[in-house]
């Protein structure tokens, strides 16, 4: 009688790190990403400069607490460019896989495919909101020189000078990942970026042109609960008093991320690859 020895199955499942680091890999070694933050920073730096510049044709503000309002504004209105740049590379992150059939491998190795999606979500936000310090801090550097000129001084004494680039970059990180939710529940390029940007650029535009036609209120109501007009409410201070305040504008953002997430989170789970 021969004994068999069988050889113990080598556990393949993938550590939450390694999933992390997987997603890394993928994100920083597709050409795109690289064009995507690229053209972010360059979009702030040089629109900073383009807007601190037309400051010589209107008269200095002496004010220093609208000194660092209007800072605030010229450093972080390339951001405007920057969220539709990131909204198409949040679709594309997960996207890309389903039209590559990547994907499959992707929930092979994560049969569980949440962690898959949750790492994918860590490592866009994080590498999206640092690209955002550094394109809101790079324009700051490039503007305030300019600004000075024309007596516009920072005062780096007020807080909220740097917690509002703070939170103008947590802001880019946050379009990222509502992106990457979509593109998880279209699992298609073309729509997804058609549904990310109609939300962020179309959305408000409907509504404005609802609220002026017709003087509709419920329009008029919704108008500070988009996710675009929260976004910037996040990181640029109302003068409206009946308008939301700056954490009530980031807690909006938050939940229309969250609703994306989940939505994404709860088909990718249910449905075939």
Known sequence: MTATTLAARPDTRLSAIGIVRSEW????SVRSTVWSYAIVVAASIGIAALLASSFGFGEPV????RNNLNIVQTATFGLYIGQLVVAVLGVLVISGEYSTGMIRSTLTAVPKRLPALAAKAVVLFVTTFVVGLISVFAALLVALPILSGFDITADFSDSSLLGNLVLAALYLGLVALFALGLGTVLRSSAGGIAAALGVIL???TILQLIAGLTQAQ???DLMPYLFSNAGTGMFTESFDPNGLEQWQNTLV???WVAVSLI???VLLKRRDA
């Open 25 to 28: 890999i993928k994100l920083r």
């Open 62 to 65: 002496p004010d220093p607490t």
């Open 202 to 204: 179309l959305l408000p």
């Open 218 to 220: 419920w329009a008029l």
């Open 253 to 255: 953002v938050v939940a």
């Open 263 to 265: 939505a994404g989170a």
